[in-house]
């Protein structure tokens, strides 16, 4: 129990560090703010329009899918490829933080970004559908509140492990955004509307079991996201991206 204590700290050490770069960079809020505030029309007009099919269906998982990623995605490319533009990764990597720290510790501050973000849009959605709604208070009932707290957190791990794999391999975080939007983020994205523009409509959902069809993109995705944060630990070796 007591060896824990310093690989916590350590790993908050190197959360506060990401904090406070993401806050300090010129551009880093700015596109954060603006990427949040694109799926607004979603949060807001859809639960306004579909009302009590907001709250019961899942047909709210479409922000599970978008905004995890979205936000994640924006995060991670900066992790280690912006560090690199700014010649502070050699400092990081000689400190005598361990690997565990460093590589968690960027990670779970990707992780925390997207799915505080779309928990955040859980939110302003349900707000959208109860003042839509005048017969009473709505809320999700609890399928739905778990299946989104479960998709929008594998959605915001799939990506940021993906993320910070294409980061440690990129020389820019420009670099790192362009592949991971280009390889990895636009598939899940149009999967997750494709998935649930489907289950919206009746008849589908007359001849298909709505819930198999996401446990099946659920187990999908763990065994994706697990096969990304092994790949990110096996690709962690400090002198070799001292020198890359």
Do not use: C, H
């Not at 005598?96 to 859980?122: E, H, N, Q, S, V």
């Not at 995705?221 to 070799?240: C, D, I, K, P, Y």
Request: net charge neutral; hydrophobic share 50%; aromatic share 10%.
């Amino acid at each position: 129990m007591a060896d824990n204590i310093p690989f916590m700290s350590d790993l908050y050490t190197v959360m506060w560090k990401e904090t406070r770069s993401w806050l300090r960079y010129q551009g880093s809020k700015s596109r954060t703010i603006l990427t949040l505030v694109s799926p607004l029309f979603i949060t807001i007009y859809m639960p306004w329009e579909t009302g009590t099919d907001w709250t019961e269906g899942y047909l709210s998982l479409i922000l599970a899918f978008v905004v995890p990623t979205m936000i994640a995605g924006l995060t991670v490319p900066d992790s280690f490829a912006g560090e690199k533009e700014r010649n502070t990764l050699p400092t990081l990597l000689t400190s005598r933080l361990p690997d565990r720290a460093i590589l968690f510790g960027k990670m779970l501050f990707g992780i925390l970004m997207g799915w505080t973000a779309g928990l955040l849009m859980l939110v302003i959605s349900l707000i959208a559908a109860n003042i839509s709604y005048s017969e009473g208070f709505l809320f999700y009932s609890p399928s739905v509140l778990g299946a989104y707290l479960g998709f929008s957190l594998l959605m915001a791990t799939m990506t940021t492990g993906a993320g910070v794999l294409i980061s440690m391999r990129s020389k820019t975080a420009q670099e790192a955004s362009q592949l991971l939007i280009s390889l990895l983020l636009m598939p899940p994205v149009l999967l997750g509307l494709a998935g649930t523009m489907l289950l919206r409509q009746g008849n589908f959902l007359e001849n298909v079991d709505g819930a198999l069809i996401l446990l099946i993109a659920a187990a999908v995705l763990l065994v994706a996201t697990g096969v990304l944060l092994w790949a990110a630990m096996r690709r962690f070796q400090r002198s070799r991206l001292v020198f890359d």
